[in-house]
Each structure stands twice: as C-alpha cells, then as structure tokens.
C-alpha cells in the first residue's frame, strides 16, 4: 500500500522552514500546519513582509549596517560625530551599541573576522573599504570594537597592524569585569584585562 504523505506543497513549506536557525523538522511541520489552518496565521502577510524586507534591504555601502536607502539611517545623520568610527564584526553589533547611547560616532562593519579554520582571510572583510574610508574620510580615531577571543584579538591584531602608518588614532574596547559581577566569579583572562584596562577614578 502507498504510504501516504502531506501534499507537496505543504512538504515544501515544511522543508524551506527547517532551514530556519533553530527550527527542527517537528517544529516545521507543526509551523506549516498551524500556517495552513490557524485563524489567526495570515500566511500572505507573512509572504508580504518577507519579501519586503528581501527587496527594500540592503547593507550600507558605507558601513554595512541594513539601510533601505542610499545610505543607512546612521550615516545619513548630520549630528553624528565624523571624526569616530567603530569597527564592528557584523551589522547586528550597532544597534546594541546605539542603545547604550554613550557613542555617537559612525560604524564600519567588517562583516565577519579573521577565522584561519574557517577560510576567513583578511581579503573576505570589508577591510579594503575601512582603508578608503579613512583615507577619504579623514576620521580621528578607529575604535575596534572585537570580540574578545582568539578570532577577534587576531582581527583587531592585524587592524592595528594595518593602520600603523596611517594619521589615526587606534583603540579598543576596554575589557574588563561582568556588571553585577564580583571579582570571585571573574575568570583569570577576565581579571587580567580587567587589571591591565583599568582607568582613573581620581589622579
Ligand atoms: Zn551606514
């Protein structure tokens, strides 16, 4: 007796939404059903805005933050401080650095990091355009603001490496203890850069 299956096309909704992060195939096919029956689904808004946000986003050409005009919302903005840029690992990392509201200067996203394990070469980074972009844009200083493993120490090694002979100012993020956390719970690389990042609280 042929085994009987969903029709095709509730097979392919099922098979493109296990490709989602974080979706298995149980989840898929509990996701597609409740899109195939629920009152409440509305599939052809979702359809809508997928594809709204597949044909008006774009990163950037400047920074690479997602924009949907010519420039994103940050560089479009004439009260931005021209003379920083923050380089970030990826354009999810600005809005969790705008929402602290302590820096008001410009981002570049290089769109991932040097990994050598993972075929990640310096020339796969949107490393050349932070070059033109400090040639052209004449900024005072670059702040890398890496992850603090391997990858990213490595990433913000070979930047700072890089920039040596050019006119600008290169920092990092200071790295330093948990908020809310107590020194007991620090892990010694924690406490190390913490103790080396230390800054002045009265001189
Ligand atoms: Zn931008």
New binding site residues.
């Given amino acids: 007796m042929k085994r009987v299956a969903y029709p095709p096309a509730i097979q392919a909704l099922t098979a493109e939404l296990k490709r989602l992060p974080g979706i298995g195939p149980r989840s898929a096919e509990r996701i597609a059903l409740w899109m195939l029956q629920s009152r409440d689904a509305r599939p052809l808004e979702i359809a809508r805005v997928i594809r709204d946000v597949h044909e008006t986003i774009h990163a950037?050409?400047?920074?690479?933050?997602f924009?949907t005009e010519a420039?994103?919302?940050?560089?479009?903005d004439p009260a931005r401080d021209l003379a920083l840029i923050c380089v970030v690992e990826q354009p999810t990392e600005i809005l969790p650095l705008e929402r602290t509201g302590v820096f008001r200067g410009?981002?570049h996203t290089l769109g991932g990091r040097i990994a050598p394990l993972d075929h990640i070469g310096p020339e796969d980074l949107r490393i050349d355009t932070l070059i033109e972009r400090i040639k052209a844009e004449a900024p005072a200083e670059i702040i890398l603001a890496l992850g603090s493993d391997v990858e990213g120490e490595a990433t913000a090694n070979y930047l700072a490496q890089l920039l040596r002979d050019l006119p600008v100012q290169v920092t990092r993020l200071a790295q330093g203890l948990p908020a809310g956390g107590g020194l007991e719970h620090a892990d010694e690389l924690t406490l190390t850069r913490a103790m080396s990042g230390r800054t002045a609280v009265k001189s």
Avoid: D, S, T
């Avoid at 950037?60 to 933050?65: L, M, N, Q, Y």
């Avoid at 420039?71 to 479009?76: K, M, T, V, W």
């Fill in positions: 950037c050409p400047r920074c690479g933050f924009a420039l994103c919302e940050i560089c479009a410009l981002y």
